[in-house]
């Protein structure tokens, strides 16, 4: 029964991510193309000429210190060195397949932890709803994808729930790591897992006192999730400057899981749940994105969901259902306006800049501005 359902979350993973599948440059949009690949293309090509991709005198400066460019993740590590071998074309689609891949990883991760407690059928439910929730498509985030993956396996018992935790502090999106940090309390012994992560952690606290990002406090007016777009984003997800962030969509797991909180059991997963929603209400100031704990809100309430139909016997009628309500959404990716619709590259960069997608300099290896995001360096920042 397990390996049929593997089989089902490999036909629905390509299913669900067949026009990307199809045709990568759909993905070659936003920061993807602008930032991720010509960087992750750069470190393959340090790595092949035997040099090491941690410092640079082109954009970041400071590469391996900044998780979210995940130098230290060995997938990211290997596939870019395979990439430095291809042509352009080649590798952002090796690039391409590599971040989707990592949602049915995750999915399988995830049917492997929640079949500790359900039957196979409700852990399928809940492979497919943790992976292919709204919030959790971030195709154009590779970080997320990486981390997001392995966060799926950090309940399991050790050692695997400390390979999982370390995989995903490598991964290095870890503002939805810091969020769902209260679901390590099923399984502390996950925690052991900051040994796999000293790699990146330590270049990070060397260089975060230099950064700008230790020297503000966050604005918890900025990023928030309205209220009213819980109740919005259940008919349909909306589009928006912030869509991504404020994505919210569980389908046939939120009835399923008030049903538990108000008539079974409330307990931790209900907490976590209202946690999320006031922690992306801006109640909790720990994040410059507060609506990021819509990640914790999600994954809550589809382990709650779980939990109400564990003893039912019809559940494959929820899972078709269930398949067809994240079907509905799937052509709401990439997100837009906050990504540009996919055109070609004459025409991207009429429309951008004549430096797009080169603007950080990785492709061409050129030095064209320091970088001065989120993560900058004091003395490079500016507003």
Same mark, same amino acid.
């Given at each position: 029964m397990e390996k049929l359902s593997v089989f089902i979350l490999i036909c629905w993973h390509f299913a669900f991510f067949w026009r990307f599948y199809?045709?990568?440059?759909? #993905?070659?949009?936003?920061?993807?193309?602008s930032n991720f690949f010509p960087?992750?293309?750069?470190?393959? +090509?340090?790595?092949? %000429?035997?040099?090491?991709?941690?410092?640079d005198r082109i954009y970041y400066l400071f590469p391996a210190c900044i998780p979210f460019l995940s130098t230290f993740y060995p997938i990211s590590a290997l596939s870019s060195l395979l990439g430095a071998f291809l042509c352009e074309k080649r590798a952002f689609k090796l690039y391409s397949y590599m971040i989707l891949l990592h949602y049915l990883l995750g999915s399988v991760l995830a049917l492997h932890m929640l079949?500790?407690? =359900? /039957?196979v059928n409700v852990g399928l439910l809940g492979a497919i709803s943790l992976n292919y929730n709204a919030y959790n498509i971030k195709i154009y985030t590779p970080c997320f994808a990486y981390t997001s993956c392995w966060i799926m396996g950090i309940l399991l018992p050790f050692p695997y729930g400390a390979l999982c935790f370390g995989m995903a502090i490598l991964g290095g999106y870890w503002p939805i790591l810091t969020v769902s940090l209260p679901? #390590?309390?099923?399984?502390?012994? @996950?925690c052991w897992g900051a040994l796999i992560g000293l790699p990146q952690l330590i270049p990070f606290l060397w260089y975060w006192p230099r950064s700008i990002r230790s020297k503000r406090k966050p604005d918890s007016r900025?990023?928030?999730?309205?209220?009213?777009?819980?109740?919005?984003?259940? +008919?349909?997800?909306?589009?928006?400057? *912030?869509? /991504?962030?404020?994505?919210?969509?569980v389908g046939i797991? $939120? /009835?399923?899981?008030?049903? *538990?909180?108000?008539?079974?059991? =409330?307990?931790?997963?209900?907490? =976590?749940?209202?946690?999320?929603?006031?922690? @992306? %209400?801006? $109640? =909790?100031?720990?994040?410059?994105?507060?609506?990021?704990?819509?990640?914790?809100? %999600?994954?809550? $309430?589809? #382990?709650?969901?779980?939990?109400?139909?564990?003893?039912?016997?019809?559940?494959? /009628?929820?899972?078709?259902?269930?398949?067809?309500? $994240?079907?509905?959404? +799937?052509?709401?990716y990439p997100h837009f306006p906050f990504a540009q619709w996919w055109k070609r590259k004459v025409e991207l960069s009429i429309f951008t800049g004549k430096n797009w997608p080169n603007n950080t300099g990785y492709m061409k290896e050129e030095h064209h501005q320091d970088y001065f995001g989120g993560f900058a360096l004091v003395e490079n920042y500016h507003e």
């Open positions: 199809r045709n990568p440059n759909l #993905m070659a949009t936003s920061e993807l193309l960087q992750w293309l750069w470190a393959g +090509r340090q790595w092949k %000429s035997l040099n090491t991709p941690f410092r079949t500790q407690w =359900f /039957p679901v #390590m309390l099923y399984n502390l012994s @996950a900025w990023g928030r999730m309205p209220w009213k777009r819980y109740f919005v984003n259940l +008919r349909f997800p909306e589009n928006g400057v *912030h869509y /991504p962030e404020l994505a919210f969509g797991c $939120l /009835p399923l899981a008030l049903y *538990h909180f108000c008539f079974q059991h =409330f307990g931790g997963w209900a907490i =976590f749940t209202i946690v999320g929603v006031l922690g @992306a %209400s801006g $109640l =909790f100031v720990i994040d410059r994105i507060p609506s990021r704990f819509n990640y914790l809100t %999600s994954f809550s $309430l589809i #382990m709650a969901s779980l939990f109400a139909i564990r003893g039912t016997i019809s559940v494959v /009628p929820m899972i078709i259902l269930q398949c067809f309500l $994240l079907w509905k959404w +799937r052509y709401q």
